[in-house]
């Protein structure tokens, strides 16, 4: 199989998966909030089935990724097809498949992992202080109090500026737990 269509492949199988959660997403978007807010009620079924609130945002945002990475792995399938049609129409020997070294792979590995967990975490704490709902998500409080000094403070003047009349929550508060810093 030639690396075009390898990479064509696996973003088939990155836009199959971003297209099933975003078709579930939808498919639940005429929900019912149960248990005040901590459930989603889908209204087509006949028996109640619910689903926790959580996992709306969190299959949106990585159907959406998955969605962008296959249109970026299609593309870079399109330029190894057009090397390889090219080097086909000069009479050129058709360019092998490098070959990593395992070290080398497993490098290239851990680093991908490590962006897009960095990338993920990145947007679910810039979601958190630009769009919560409330200032109280256990998950954006937790990001951002571990992030740097100058990076909690951006966010938690953004927090601020949102919900002015709320009490601080952790990470955002001074010493006496109650005012803003």
Avoid: H
């Amino acid at each position: 199989m030639s690396v075009a269509n390898r990479l064509r492949f696996v973003a088939l199988l990155f836009l199959a998966g971003g297209l099933v959660a975003f078709f579930y997403v939808f498919r639940i978007s005429g929900w019912e909030r149960v248990d005040g807010g901590a459930r989603f009620l889908i209204p087509d079924t006949d028996g109640k089935q619910f689903v926790k609130a959580e996992i709306l945002p969190l299959l949106g945002q990585y159907g959406g990724i998955a969605i962008g990475l296959s249109v970026v792995l299609l593309i870079f399938a399109q330029i190894a097809a057009m090397r390889q049609r090219r080097a086909t129409a000069e009479g050129r020997p058709q360019p092998q498949p490098a070959r990593m070294r395992p070290l080398r792979f497993i490098a290239l590995v851990v680093l991908s992992t490590v962006i897009g967990c960095g990338l993920t975490i990145g947007y679910r704490w810039y979601d958190y202080v630009a769009n919560a709902a409330s200032p109280y998500d256990e998950i954006g409080i937790d990001i951002n109090s571990r992030l740097p000094e100058p990076l909690r403070a951006w966010g938690c003047s953004r927090l601020k500026e949102r919900f002015a009349r709320a009490i601080p929550p952790y990470g955002c508060s001074d010493a006496s737990g109650r005012a803003w810093r």
